[in-house]
C-alpha cells in the first residue's frame, strides 16, 4: 500500500527540541521530492520545507530556516524533520507530502501522511 | 505570492452546484492545485495544474483559470463533498496555501 506515516510528535517545552519521522511505503522513496507541511489548531495550511530526491536541494519557509530542519534517508525510506528552538507558534498539526515531480522544481501535494501533533508548552 | 479564496465560507445543498474562487496577487500561470480538507484528515489532491484531474477524484469536480484567477468548480454536490477547499500555487517558493473555504450543509 502506497502511504505515509508520521511519528514523533508531542508535547515540548517552549524552546525545545523534537524530531518528527514520516515513514515511507509502497514506492520507489526516492524517486520523489518530499515536503512538511503544517496546521496550527483551527488554522489553515502551511509548508514549511522541501527536499528533493537526493537531498540536492532543500528549501524552507522563513519563518523556519535555521530551527526546522528537513532530511531524508532514502535506504530507509524515511523523511525527518529536526525541529530546534520551538516556539508557541510551532504548534500544530505537521503532516509529511509527496511531490509527484521528480525535478527541482515548486510542488504540489499527491500524497499526504494522516499527521502528528507537535504541541509546544510554555 | 499571496493566494485570496472566496468565498471563505458557503452553504449549499445537496445536488447544487458551487464554485469557488482562487486569486494571486500575481501571474502564476497554470502553476495552481486545489485539495479538499475533511475534519480531523489529512488534504486530499483533487486539481493541478489548474485543470487538470487527480486519478480517482470524481468528475464532478472541475478547475479553471490561469494567470492570477482560478476556479474550483463542484457539480451536483454529494454529502461527502461538505469540507474545506484549499488553493496551492507551485510556480514559485515559497509554496503558498489559500486561506480556505469551508462548504456547509444548508
Known amino acids: 500500500e502506497v502511504q505515509l506515516v508520521e511519528s514523533g510528535g508531542g508535547l515540548v517545552n517552549h524552546g525545545g527540541s523534537l524530531r518528527l519521522s514520516c515513514a515511507a511505503s509502497?514506492?520507489?522513496?526516492?524517486?520523489?521530492?518530499m515536503n512538511w507541511v503544517r496546521q496550527a489548531p483551527g488554522k489553515g495550511l502551511e509548508w514549511i520545507s522541501s527536499?528533493?530526491?537526493?537531498?540536492?536541494?532543500?528549501y524552507h519557509t522563513d519563518s523556519v530556516r535555521g530551527r526546522l530542519t528537513i532530511s531524508r534517508d532514502n535506504a530507509r525510506n524515511l523523511l525527518y524533520l529536526q525541529m530546534n528552538t520551538l516556539r508557541d507558534e510551532d504548534t500544530a498539526v505537521y503532516y509529511c507530502?509527496?511531490?509527484?515531480?521528480?525535478?527541482?522544481?515548486?510542488?504540489?501535494?499527491?500524497?499526504w501522511g494522516q499527521g502528528t501533533l507537535v504541541t509546544v508548552s510554555s | 505570492i499571496q493566494l485570496t479564496q472566496s468565498p471563505s465560507s458557503v452553504s449549499a445543498s445537496v445536488g447544487d452546484r458551487v464554485t469557488i474562487t482562487c486569486r494571486a496577487s500575481?501571474?502564476?500561470?497554470?502553476?495552481l492545485a486545489w485539495y479538499q480538507q475533511k475534519p480531523g484528515e489529512a488534504p486530499n489532491l483533487l486539481i493541478y495544474?489548474?485543470?487538470s484531474l487527480e486519478s480517482g477524484v470524481p468528475s464532478r469536480f472541475s478547475g479553471s483559470g490561469s494567470g492570477t484567477d482560478f476556479t474550483l468548480t463542484i457539480t451536483n454536490l454529494q454529502p461527502e463533498d461538505f469540507a474545506t477547499y484549499y488553493c496551492?500555487?507551485?510556480?514559485?517558493?515559497?509554496?503558498?496555501f489559500g486561506q480556505g473555504t469551508r462548504l456547509d450543509i444548508k
Open positions: 509502497g514506492f520507489t522513496f526516492s524517486a520523489y521530492n
Open positions: 495544474h489548474a485543470s
Open positions: 507530502a509527496r511531490d509527484p515531480g521528480s525535478a527541482a522544481h515548486t510542488p504540489w501535494f499527491d500524497l
Open positions: 527536499i528533493t530526491g537526493g537531498s540536492d536541494f532543500i
Open positions: 496551492q500555487q507551485f510556480n514559485s517558493y515559497p509554496v503558498i
Open positions: 500575481r501571474v502564476i500561470n497554470r502553476a
